[in-house]
């Protein structure tokens, strides 16, 4: 599959975004014209540089507001045309994007636009240029893709074709499948774009809030797998205008665009496979049909089975090592050659790590998880332009492969074992505290904070190296304003990683509390008791929140005043119950304990704004 990108969906000068989009593999780029006309490059200077890049200039766009004009208006953008097929020429270039008029369109009628795009084509002809007509979805009286292939057939001139876009396509819902009854040859470029389902005109939304590829909710590798069907094999570029990509560092989003097509292919792929072709029998044993367009797939891994370890890094361990000791860890003591300790309650195990952590504030820096063969997914991950996290190791020491998450947050793929038990863990040395009999727990989820910047980039991070499903995002109110919430787990729930934006203020340096690292146990009650008698500084639940909690559910007066009394929140859906409490916060980690009852799947959700509003008081209080 060639790859392109257009270079409206990346910030910085045209020179930049051509660099970026070499250094991250593309094939070919789109010149959106706005970025040539504030470019001091002269047209033969890009070409130039084009060339020596290794990049195609695969389509200039876009040309706006041709069609179903009156004569005098048909006239200028003839005119219009040919300045833009002499500045191709010096460019190199021979494919131009038409979209469909939505604004100067006067006269609704196909037989009237067809004249005039036979017009266009025979004058791109003579320029050697081939029109590619796009039905924008907003467009006055061309929104569909349908509509604008018949107009392209009528025409029936070899300059003539049609561009496909995603986005103009699933956001108004129209069906992909007659995508497989286009003539192939007529098929002259197909766009890709995602989007979360929003409920607002489409033109603000495609113009604020497309994304890249498995960063959204279209069904885009059906979109592209018709579009295989049809034959076509031309470039499948990105077409992305979004606020947060075009304030962002050009060389990571480059990155993230080319993982996101790199995952695009793949998925298709697979839905081709599984995806009968019309006509055929579902499970016939028949062979899997070759199309003209192949479509490369990755090492295929299955979803991590669980967490193997959570690390926090920090330079000063002391309130870390008496918070989990509170919370009932035992200390296995430090590593055999580096300055790190391991903690462990039950399968939970929780890294300190004291290296390269000067003047540093305890944040979680690492995250282990158990997966079937290490090795095969890190080569996945690389695949996906994960860059490699290499740490040094002596003899008989266990050799992790690691990978870094957007956030810069070191993901480790560790090689698990039935029994939940980890081969690294007789690296360290005898413990100073062993309980006889130490509760059951595990790692139940971890919740990381993100950049505003790289938000949906780590969405596709985690979908496409380590297999993880995104839920339906939630936003929470905080005193600092809203904070989305976006769940990644696998399909059992043994892996939960809950990423959350935090508002703008926290994430410019703003004191902040939105990781932290939950753990399951069987007894809450009786683990909170133990934590008290330790001294364990609980977050503090306001009277307020019990009285709520007793309207909402009629809670038993006794439970409810043991609820009180420990600062423990709960909840109760048609699962099952929800019970936890959070630790005070150190540096930017906090630790939350919880116990599942029934089969309650969530996070206390309707508990959340209690607790960033008693961590934003004690956090803030002068």
Request: glycine share 6%; proline share 5%.
């Amino acid at each position: 599959m060639r790859t392109g990108i257009a270079t409206v969906c990346l910030s910085g000068t045209l020179k930049e975004k051509m660099q970026a989009c070499a250094i991250a593999g593309f094939d070919g780029i789109e010149i959106f014209e706005q970025d040539l006309v504030t470019s001091p490059l002269s047209p033969e200077d890009v070409r130039k540089m084009a060339a020596d890049l290794g990049l195609g200039l695969d389509l200039y766009q876009p040309f706006r507001d041709f069609d179903g004009v009156t004569p005098d208006l048909l006239k200028a953008n003839l005119r219009r045309a040919e300045a833009k097929f002499k500045l191709m020429s010096r460019l190199g270039m021979d494919t131009i994007l038409v979209c469909s008029n939505v604004a100067t369109a006067t006269i609704d009628d196909d037989a009237l636009r067809a004249d005039q795009l036979a017009e266009l084509a025979q004058l791109a002809g003579d320029h050697g240029i081939k029109v590619a007509y796009e039905a924008l979805a907003w467009g006055k009286y061309v929104n569909d893709y349908e509509h604008a292939y018949r107009l392209v057939e009528a025409v029936d001139h070899p300059n003539l074709g049609t561009c496909l876009d995603s986005f103009h396509i699933l956001s108004r819902d129209w069906d992909t499948a007659p995508i497989e009854n286009i003539n192939p040859e007529k098929i002259f470029f197909v766009q890709v774009a995602d989007a979360p389902k929003l409920s607002m005109d489409v033109l603000s939304w495609s113009r604020h809030y497309r994304v890249f590829p498995g960063e959204g909710q279209f069904e885009l590798a059906k979109f592209m797998g018709h579009v295989v069907r049809a034959g076509y094999t031309g470039p499948v570029s990105l077409e992305v205008f979004n606020d947060v990509f075009r304030q962002s560092d050009v060389d990571r989003t480059a990155v993230d665009a080319m993982r996101s097509l790199i995952w695009l292919e793949e998925q298709s792929a697979n839905w081709l496979a599984d995806a009968p072709a019309a006509g055929t029998v579902p499970g016939g044993g028949a062979p899997r049909r070759r199309y003209p367009m192949e479509l490369a797939t990755l090492p295929k891994v299955n979803e991590p089975a669980g967490f193997n370890f959570a690390e926090v890094k920090a330079d000063d361990t002391a309130q870390l090592e008496k918070l989990l000791g509170q919370l009932g860890f035992a200390f296995e003591g430090r590593h055999r050659t580096k300055d790190v300790q391991l903690w462990t309650m039950g399968q939970a195990r929780v890294i300190i790590n004291e290296q390269a952590a000067s003047h540093a504030e305890p944040a979680i820096a690492a995250l282990g998880f158990d997966v079937d063969s290490p090795v095969i997914a890190s080569a996945r991950a690389q695949q996906l332009k994960a860059p490699v996290v290499a740490r040094k190791v002596q003899a008989h020491e266990e050799v992790f492969q690691g990978i870094a998450a957007p956030d810069s947050t070191e993901i480790f793929l560790c090689q698990g074992s039935p029994d939940g038990t980890a081969a690294w863990t007789h690296e360290f040395g005898e413990g100073l505290q062993h309980p006889s009999a130490g509760a059951r727990a595990v790692i139940d989820h971890v919740n990381l904070a993100q950049p505003w910047q790289h938000f949906d980039e780590a969405v596709l991070f985690y979908t496409s190296a380590l297999a993880l499903e995104p839920q339906p995002f939630a936003e929470v109110p905080s005193p600092s304003g809203l904070v989305r919430s976006q769940v990644m787990q696998t399909s059992d729930g043994a892996v939960r990683l809950v990423l959350n934006l935090a508002p703008v203020q926290q994430a410019h340096g703003q004191k902040t509390y939105q990781e932290h690292i939950a753990f399951a146990v069987d007894d809450l009650v009786s683990t909170a008791r133990a934590a008290r008698d330790k001294g364990l500084e609980f977050l503090q639940i306001p009277a307020n929140y019990y009285e709520d909690l007793d309207a909402r559910f009629d809670l038993d007066p006794g439970f409810l005043a043991t609820l009180q009394e420990l600062n423990l929140l709960f909840d109760r859906d048609a699962d099952g119950e929800f019970l936890h409490f959070y630790t005070a916060t150190v540096g930017s980690v906090f630790f939350e304990m919880v116990e599942r009852r029934g089969r309650y799947d969530g996070y206390g959700a309707p508990n959340a704004p209690v607790r960033h509003a008693v961590q934003y008081d004690s956090l803030h209080r002068t």
